[in-house]
Structure formats: structure tokens, C-alpha cells
């Protein structure tokens, strides 16, 4: 599959702003956002340590339904990529943790996401301690990179992402070569509704990376630094590349609750519009190694 059938199939529509069309919550919702606020509580990072990984696919072409098989030409070539000392978050942000981002920087909650968090409780009777640990969603790329700055920390690279999915052995899974399972990702509810199947940050060990980092295969796809840049692996430094200097797309790794299971391959690109809001799309933060307390 060329790159341009890539962007033209699997990334997400172009949707609308909704910053600032935030909906009026009812004063049981504007309690429960608070609620939710309240069991926030930081990640724990990981240290990668420096050195050189496996960065990208080497073609196949005799299997091409294949788990191993490249998922399209945006992952071409496999180089070994050099990269310096940084940490990631071990869990995805959380819920809770972006509702305080959004209330100390008198951020608005986004229409979709009041509308969602007011139906989970609503309809579903979810409460306010089980939604906390809910992987953060609904968040533009903007609003990823300034939650991260705000904790002293940046969205990490797509190479720094891939490394802390994959290991420097090239793992074609975070938890090594086996096909998705339900023990080890959250993936495969594309058949349903767009009311999030998703789990607790800090869950499903099985499916943790070699370095020990949580949910880099599914539950929700994640934010990068980088612009998309279909060419980029085969022309990109070897030694701590940054992405393209511009684009259109936002890099987005990792697959979600929705994806099957060729998207949880942790070479498996794609991207997003920066301003999107999607349910199948949140992040995490990274920091340089001098950084790092």
C-alpha cells in the first residue's frame, strides 16, 4: 500500500476546532469534572538509556498477510538510529491529570469531551474513580504539547517513541513477536460505536514494552513530536531525528481500542490533522536526558 492510499484510507477525518464551542454543563456534570480532578496523580517515568535500536521495517514481499509484513512504505527502510538518554512516561496521561492541566490554565473542557464524560456517567453509571485513570482523549496535538511543557517535560520524538515501544532488538510488538492478544493490548472494538472501550492506564502488564512502559500497543493511539513525513525513514539523520521541519499531519503511534491488529505493530505509522479531536487519541511525555531529575 503506497502512502498516499495510507493517507487517503486510515487517517482520521478533518474535524472542527472545539476549543471554544464548549457546551454549558449541567452543574452535576461541573462536579463530577471536579471529581475526576481529584484523582489525579503523575506517571512514573522510565529511563531509555542511549544507544542505537532498529528504527523501521525491512520489506517483505512473499507474505503479505503477514503480522511481520510492513503495514505500507511510510516504515521503509529498517536503520539502525542512534539515540541519547531520555525517560517517557511509564502510563499514558491520564484523565484526571489533563482535567487539572485544563483547570489551571483556565483551558476550556472541549464539547466532545464534556459531552462523553456526562454520557458515561449519565447513561453508564460510570464513577468518578474509575474514569480517572482513563487514558486522556479527545486531545488536540497543541494541547498535548502544552500539557507536557507545562510538567517540564515535551512530546517525545517519533524515534524515541518507537525505541521505548519496540526495544533496540526491533520487537515487532512491545511485548515481543506474538500476535495481539486480550491479555496483552486493548484493540479491536473497529465493529462499534465511538463510546471509548478503554483501560486504566496502568493496566495490562502483559502487554508492557521491554523497558517496562505501559499500553504502546492499543488502548490509545499517541501524540509525537514530529510532523508525518512519509519519506522520512529513509531520509531522516541517524542520530536524534526530529521529524520533517513541516507538514500537514501529526505522527500519532501505537493503534487504539479501535484498531486491529496490524495498526499495534510498533512500526506502524500514522497521523492526524493537529487540531483533531478523536476518541482514539491521547499521549504521553518524554523528557531529554539532562532534563530528567
Known amino acids: 500500500m503506497t502512502w498516499v ?19 454549558t454543563p449541567p452543574p452535576e456534570l461541573a462536579n463530577h469534572i471536579t471529581g475526576i480532578a481529584q484523582f489525579a496523580k503523575p506517571s512514573p517515568i522510565i529511563t531509555i538509556p542511549s544507544g542505537w535500536f532498529l528504527m523501521g521495517t525491512n520489506r517483505i514481499d ?6 511481520a509484513t510492513q503495514y505500507d512504505d511510510t516504515e521503509f527502510p529498517q536503520r539502525r538510529i542512534w ?24 483551558h476550556p473542557v472541549s464539547k466532545e469531551l464534556q459531552e462523553l464524560i456526562w454520557h458515561l456517567i449519565s447513561v453508564h453509571f460510570i464513577p468518578d474513580q ?12 497543541t494541547e498535548a504539547s502544552d500539557f507536557c511543557q507545562a510538567h517540564q517535560k515535551r512530546l517525545p520524538t517519533e524515534a524515541e517513541w518507537e525505541k521505548a515501544a519496540r526495544g533496540d532488538q526491533g520487537h ?12 496483552t493490548a486493548v484493540f479491536g472494538a473497529y465493529h462499534v460505536h465511538q463510546i471509548p472501550l478503554v483501560a486504566a492506564v496502568d493496566s495490562w502488564e502483559e502487554g508492557q514494552s521491554p523497558y517496562g ?16 513525513g ?4 529513509a531520509i531522516g539523520p541517524r542520530r536524534n531525528p526530529q521529524g520533517p ?14 484498531s486491529r491488529p496490524q495498526m499495534l505493530r510498533t512500526a506502524t505509522r500514522g497521523g492526524a490533522y493537529p487540531n483533531q479531536r478523536e476518541a482514539t487519541i491521547g499521549f504521553r511525555c518524554a523528557q531529554s536526558a539532562a532534563q530528567t531529575p
Open 130 to 141: 474509575v474514569l480517572a485513570p482513563w487514558p486522556a482523549l479527545y486531545v488536540t496535538w
Open 172 to 183: 515487532l510488538f512491545p511485548w515481543g513477536q506474538a500476535a495481539p492478544s486480550p491479555a
Open 213 to 228: 512502559i505501559h499500553h504502546m500497543a492499543g488502548n490509545i493511539g499517541e501524540w509525537v513530536h514530529d510532523w508525518f
Open 245 to 258: 521541519k513541516a507538514g500537514r499531519y501529526k505522527s500519532v503511534r501505537g493503534g487504539s481500542w479501535k
Open 5 to 23: 492510499l495510507f493517507l487517503a484510507i486510515f487517517l482520521l477525518p478533518s474535524q472542527p476546532d472545539y476549543s471554544r464551542a464548549t457546551m
Open 230 to 233: 512519509p519519506d522520512y525513514y
Open 83 to 106: 539515540l541519547d538518554a531520555f525517560s517517557i512516561d511509564q502510563y499514558e496521561v491520564t484523565l484526571a491529570e489533563f482535567l487539572v492541566f485544563l483547570h489551571q490554565n483556565h
Open 62 to 67: 512473499d507474505d503479505p498477510f503477514g503480522l
